[in-house]
């Protein structure tokens, strides 16, 4: 097991054997070339497997180098690398302790999860992030325009949520066009940068559309699942194949409660606050849409609601139910598209790749 201590210049690793004894240390630096190097030095043990601690910004091209070369992959998550470290015997920190705590970590779990090639989920997710970063830039702007627009006119009223309407920013302009001075002209640039900003973030949802209808169109289907919604799911789910059940994905999502176990309290449960708060965050919206008509959620809302549930508790129990759904919905569009025969074109740029490697 070779342990990895990642920084953006270089990558420390330590080699060890089954029964956690050191049996080699190298510092490589976080290119291409050191990469290569790392691999030649893993040649002299027979069967090797990379541990890289879970921050991928910094591991993301060395996983994808080791993967690209055939090597196996496990992902240590950053606590058990902390617990390892903490028990280790050599006292301090440095890189090859660290290291040392990653490769120890993996060879005490086994159930740790294997890193892939990033494939469609990983493009989806950059254009979700990338949205999701221009709306929140979109807001900023729009807030210190308002404070401008009142400033130099206080009568002027823009409608709520009006100032992502070309039809609103077309009249700010002709407004703006009759004031003077520099609060005037920042208030012109703002404007114009709104409108920016809206036809970047309309585009790449137009994108995201597309996207979603052929990877995903089962959960895009799914009453109440919007195109953000299905893109934020299918991007942080990333394969639901690596699921073992709807349970495990429901834990995951932060949607499965966690069991009380006390004394006479056996079989209660309280609020899980853990999982991918993003896909959590998803399916609420998924959640309240449907309570409000539309899908079968209000139907099922309204009979908890008659046994005595509060609204928000039957939100969470919708909430668990579309987590099934949804991956049921994932692992359907996964299936279809495996069933769907390769292209001529691409299996033959396949085979000339594998036959040039």
Known sequence: MIGADSHKRTHTVVALDAVGRR??????PATTAGHLRLVEWAVQWDEVCFALEDCRHLTRRLERDLLGVGQRVVR?????????????????????????????????????????LDGPAREVR????????????????QSRLRWHLHELDPTLNVPSRGLRRFCVLDALVETLAGHRGVL????????????????QINQLERELRELMHRLAPRLLALPGCGVLGAATLFAETAGASRFRS????????????????????????????????????????????????????????DKLLARGKTRTEAIRLLRRRLSDAAFAALRADEHAKACVPQHSDDAASAAALTAAA
Request: glycine share 10%.
């Open 23 to 28: 049996l080699g240390e190298l510092t490589v």
């Open 184 to 199: 005037a002209r920042l208030a012109r640039e703002q404007v114009a940068r709104c409108r920016e900003l809206t036809v």
């Open 126 to 141: 950059l254009l979700v992030d990338h949205r999701r970063d221009l709306v929140a830039e979109r807001t900023r702007i």
């Open 246 to 301: 709807k349970d495990a994905y429901a834990r995951f999502t932060g949607t499965a409660p966690i069991p009380v176990w006390s004394g006479n309290t056996a079989g209660k449960v309280r609020l899980n606050r853990g999982g991918n708060r993003t896909a959590n965050c998803a399916l609420h919206m998924i959640a309240v849409t449907q309570a409000r008509g539309i899908g079968p959620g209000r139907d099922y809302i």
């Open 76 to 116: 240590v998550p950053t606590r058990l690398m902390a617990g390892a470290r903490r028990g280790g015997r050599e006292p301090g920190k440095s890189d090859p302790i660290d290291a040392q705590a990653v490769a120890m970590a993996a060879l005490r779990h086994d159930d740790l999860p294997v890193a892939e």
